[in-house]
């Protein structure tokens, strides 16, 4: 970033907000974790930004340049993340029958920490969004005459950390809503489209991928 001037610098920054504040998966999947605990969020967030992290790694490293050259990779990507997300859909919506009918139960999942934060992995490492981010979005910053791995890694890094800022006050703004409503029937609602929107998501993407391969 050294060669990077101060005004590509709030402009990148500026990008990388934007990227955040459209609603994706990412937005599905903390949303139904922040509606047990913020901390439960928190850790999908966390899950979900690693995501990012493989991507500016493998960015890095030249392999992500396939998904440019080749269609074929880049829906097949999409396949296997469409998938997922339909799974997700599926698993969420199969748990609004415990959800507030028994909330011992909501805690124990609320504690399964690990789990939350591997699943926001890989719901990142299998979106074609967050890849497309550091194969067209981010070269654009980069300065040729510069180490482009290092301003990869660089420009990555402040991705991830206004991502991780953004979450932050995601999390705390839906938590005080929630706790505000302190209504089991908006929680399940919230939930519900919650679910409904993943397994829609999934859909859809799978949709696009299977049309590519039949073309």
Not at 158 to 167: A, E, S, T
Not at 176 to 183: F, G, P
Request: hydrophobic content about 55%; charged content about 10%.
């Amino acid at each position: 970033m050294m060669l990077m001037s101060l005004e590509s610098l709030v402009l990148y920054i500026w990008l990388a907000v934007f990227s955040y504040v459209i609603p994706g998966p990412d937005w599905l999947y903390i949303t139904g974790h922040t509606l047990h605990s913020r901390k439960a969020g928190w850790v999908a967030a966390l899950g979900i930004q690693s995501g990012l992290l493989f991507h500016m790694l493998v960015g890095a490293a030249g392999a992500t340049a396939v998904l440019l050259v080749s269609p074929q990779a880049f829906y097949a990507l999409q396949l296997a993340g469409a998938g997922y997300l339909v799974y997700l859909g599926v698993h969420t919506l199969r748990g609004l029958k415990l959800s507030d009918t028994s909330p011992q139960m909501v805690r124990l999942a609320a504690a399964h920490y690990q789990t939350v934060y591997l699943k926001g992995l890989l719901v990142n490492i299998l979106n074609p969004k967050a890849a497309i981010f550091f194969i067209s979005i981010l070269p654009q910053f980069i300065h040729p005459n510069g180490n482009a791995a290092l301003q990869l890694f660089l420009l990555g890094s402040v991705d991830i950390g206004v991502g991780l800022l953004w979450w932050l006050c995601f999390c705390v703004a839906l938590d005080a809503i929630n706790r505000k409503m302190n209504s089991p029937k908006f929680r399940w609602g919230l939930e519900a489209v919650s679910g409904i929107s993943l397994l829609l998501f999934g859909l859809w993407m799978l949709l696009k991928g299977v049309l590519f391969f039949l073309q």
